[in-house]
């Protein structure tokens, strides 16, 4: 119900209260009255539903202004739009008003028809003389038109109004409280359907600015991974040079100086022949991971059962001393870059073989779990020697280590490899574990699953 206004009568046609009726011409005249009496209500409704109905702002505005006319019995009827940046009302839409001025006539400004009084007033105000009011005073839309009396009310608040609704007659007219209502009830509609449009047109335009943040920033981060990766490679190659001829001139004294060095000038080479291979190692990891970002993605349906299997038959070539325990999982496959899942698998399960070398009776297990997409969690399992939950998240950036090199070699890039070779099937990757309790790395080879902190939504194991 609009504020100030219990009821909503027809304007023009007052309804009595009759006590009961038997006759059934007396009913259908009662009937009769009540449906015109309705006809306010039928009106706003229209009104409503056009607006919901998505009617263009400048037709529903006409549509308002017609309707209005006719259920006030009024010359003119106006819906008056506020210019920004000016004290000017436009003439939007109306009724009764000479031709070519409807969409071009303004009315306000210095010395023509004020807002101001109607902007203040909760209810519409009614103006019984149209030449003595002061607002009105000078303004020759209405003075052309010979217009008297006049009802107007704000379209919207205050301090968001869209402009005013107005009614005008051409001879003196006492506007009743039903007439009041019935104007501010249109008024009403009328602003709620344009403050929805406004919010719904702010939305689309939040909408748009933030997709425009997001593939600028989306740009950006392309053109930084691409830098990387291209400063990577060529830091990569610069490298392996000096690293070469360092390497060839430590085992030319190796070769040709070692029999007139002591124990101790040995050592010293043996330890700098180490860290050139170590560095060599480190050079080649960085290359294969900028390499991850920059292959182009062959997706095709593999079988990581049979590959695991054939990881863990070199794992077993190439260390025939080791008795592990390694149970895979039959049937497990993927849609998936064969090469690069490859490179996947062998850092898992290589890094299972050698965190397990220290432990008696280990245990090795690969296999997959369904998430609660329907998707495939894939993991490997071991009873190795575990880590701190707590440094977790170091586990997958780059040249980051839990471990002492002398206590598990290696040069940290493993896991990171992993990382981006998940993220580039649109999946992810996480770990679990416990110092000397062993770990489990999940991964996915589409994003399903997200795993809350700490781990804890890990599916559950098959």
Known sequence: MVAGCTKMVHPRVSVPVRSTVTDVSQRT???????????????????????????ALPELAQMAA????????????????????????????????????????????????????????DRPVVTADLATGQRFTGEPLFIDHGLVSGIDAAIG????????????TAKPRHFGDDEVCFLQAVAAVLANVIAARRA?????????????????????????VEDFEAFSGAISHDLRQPLHTAGGFVGLLQA????????????????????????????????????VGRAALQRSRMSLS????????????????????????????????????????????????????????????FGGATDAGGGIVYFVKDNGSGFDMTSAQRLFLPFQRLHAEEEFGGAGMGLATVARIARRHGGLVWAEGALGEGATFYFSLGARTEPSEGGGNSPELR
């Open 256 to 291: 040709e100086a070692a029999e007139r060095l002591d124990a101790s000038g040995r050592d010293y080479l043996a330890f700098a022949r180490a860290g050139i291979n170590r560095m060599g190692r480190m050079i080649d990891d960085l290359l294969r991971l900028s390499r």
């Open 157 to 168: 608040a205050a301090d968001g109004s869209f402009g005013v609704l107005a009614a005008y």
């Open 200 to 224: 719904q047109q702010e939305s689309l335009n939040l909408n748009r600015a933030l997709e425009r943040r997001l593939e600028d920033t989306l740009a950006e981060l392309r053109s930084a």
């Open 306 to 365: 049979d590959l695991a299997q054939e990881i863990v038959a070199e794992l077993r070539a190439r260390d025939p001393d080791r008795r592990v325990a390694v149970e895979v999982q039959q049937d497990l496959v993927g849609l998936a870059d064969a090469g690069l899942v490859s490179v996947l698998m062998h850092n898992l399960l290589g890094n299972a073989w050698k965190f397990t070398s220290k432990t008696e009776n280990a245990r090795i297990q």
């Open 66 to 121: 017609s309707r209005l006319a006719a259920s006030l019995d009024v010359e003119c009827t106006a819906v008056l739009e506020f210019l920004p940046g000016t004290d000017e009302l436009l003439l939007r839409a109306g009724v009764g008003w000479k031709e070519g001025l409807v969409g071009n006539a303004k009315i306000g400004g210095a010395t023509g028809f004020l807002a101001e009084p109607t902007l203040r007033s």
């Open 29 to 55: 005249i009662d009937e009769q009255e009540i449906e015109v009496a309705a006809d306010p209500q039928r009106v706003i409704v229209e009104i409503g539903a056009a607006g919901l109905a998505g009617t």
